[in-house]
């Protein structure tokens, strides 16, 4: 079965660092997602992003963050300045339809921590 | 704005017990809903989703959910439960280009 994956694993960073989180979405998606969960707390949305530029965005996802998709596989997520907040799992996802949700598939995450 | 909310932070029950969750969301629109497990150390999986239909749907593992549209409501059952169900589960909504998911509760299931 395809599988979007994510590196590293576990980032650890120093507060006021910039850290980028990748992911390699399934070939064949168009739609990706980048959400995170704090230790003990729900799964949050930070942002969508669709033909090369963001869909939908939460209040988590502020001036501090930012993604991209370089190349025809990867798609990034860029801190840049790391908060001790920020730490938590980062999950990518990506899907063939925006609205196709039984087609989210969840990379296994990246755990970040900041300290 | 779209929100889901489920009912029970922690739930402990005993092997063989009947588990149900409660989900509830927040939008008139047409909404797609899903409910994923999270075992210990892993990621996020899809254990049944509702589109449209049938309101009773069945997914993986012998759990299943009931859409009640009139309540907003999207309850996980499963009638008896093992010890391998101990995980997080989170029901979520769809709309548009998100996926909300609810806070998640913890199933704990003694031997």
């Known amino acids: 079965e395809p599988e979007v994956t994510q590196t590293p694993s576990h980032q650890v960073t120093q507060m006021g660092q910039e850290v980028i989180l990748r992911c390699v979405p399934i070939s064949n998606h168009l739609y990706f997602y980048w959400y995170r969960q704090i230790l003990g707390q729900k799964v949050e949305f930070l942002v969508s992003f669709y033909n090369n530029e963001i869909s939908e965005k939460s209040e988590i996802f502020d001036d501090q963050f930012s993604v991209e998709r370089p190349d025809g596989s990867n798609f990034t997520l860029k801190i840049r300045s790391t908060k001790l907040e920020d730490s938590a799992m980062y999950f990518c996802?990506?899907?063939?339809?925006?609205?196709?949700?039984?087609?989210?598939?969840f990379g296994s995450g990246t755990q970040l921590s900041v300290l | 704005a779209q929100s889901v909310s489920q009912h029970n932070h922690h739930v402990i029950l005993s092997e063989a017990a009947s588990l149900e969750l409660g989900c509830n969301y927040s939008?008139?629109?047409?909404?797609?809903l899903f409910w994923y497990v999270q075992y210990p150390g892993q990621h996020l999986q899809l254990l049944l989703k509702y589109f449209s239909g049938d309101p009773l749907v069945k997914g993986i593992k012998g759990f299943e959910a009931e859409f009640i549209k009139s309540k907003f409501s999207f309850n996980l059952r499963k009638p008896s439960v093992q010890w391998s169900d101990t995980a997080e589960y989170f029901c979520a909504a769809h709309n548009d280009y998100k996926l909300s998911f609810g806070a998640g509760t913890t199933v704990t299931v003694r031997a």
């Open positions: 939008y008139g629109g047409t909404v797609n």
């Open positions: 996802a990506s899907t063939e339809q925006g609205t196709g949700g039984e087609k989210l598939f």
